[in-house]
């Protein structure tokens, strides 16, 4: 049974360019999270995806956006992006139903903006 | 924001000893999650505690939570070398999608 993927490993972006990010939940969860985790500190929660909807959105501007698909799978996409955008970008899969309170982390994205 | 705080936000034992770390909390939760992340990688799981609940055992790990205080604990018996990592607590409220609020971590190093 995979875990959570997250592709790519490591990515290096310009100031102002724009980037994709890629998560693939863990069999049977169906409720993608991102998180932005710099370094030194804990993650914080960017937004959550839920049949295909943005459900939950935490205080992040509009440069950060995100896609659901039908297989789950979840995009999130950063544009403009600035030099305080670099850090470890994590994604979570569980389940919606009602004891669907874990939370498994895949193992993350490095993005450095040079 | 960060609801959780960790405290201490570092510690330093020897193989064999035990490891207790704290975490505080503001707000209404109905779960309270621990993780563990080695040199920045990805978190995993450790253990879950229901707001219901008060103490709960994994192996070597026990969590404890005080809802009236806003606390919870976790204690890792027997430390090893490879327990070596840092420590999050994240609070979840089922309601709001249990989306996770992480604390700033507990960085644990254990000496051989």
Redesign the interface.
Known sequence: DAGVTQSPTHLIKTRGQQVTLRCSPKSGHDTVSWYQQALGQGPQFIFQYYEEEERQRGNFPDRFSGHQFPNYSSELNVNALLLGDSALYLCASSWAGASGLEQYFGPGTRLTVT | ??Q?EEDPQALSIQEGENATMNCSYKTSIN?L?W?RQNS??????LI?I?SNEREKHSGRLRVTLDTSKKSSSLLITASRAADTASY?C?T?F?A??????????TRVLVKP
């Not at chain 2, 920045?40 to 799981?45: A, D, E, I, N, T």
Request: hydrophobic share 30%; glycine share 28%.
């Open positions: 924001s960060q959780g779960n999650q993780y920045g990688r990805g978190l995993v799981h879950l229901r999050f994240a979840g089922k709001a999608g249990n989306k996770l609020t992480f604390g700033g971590g």
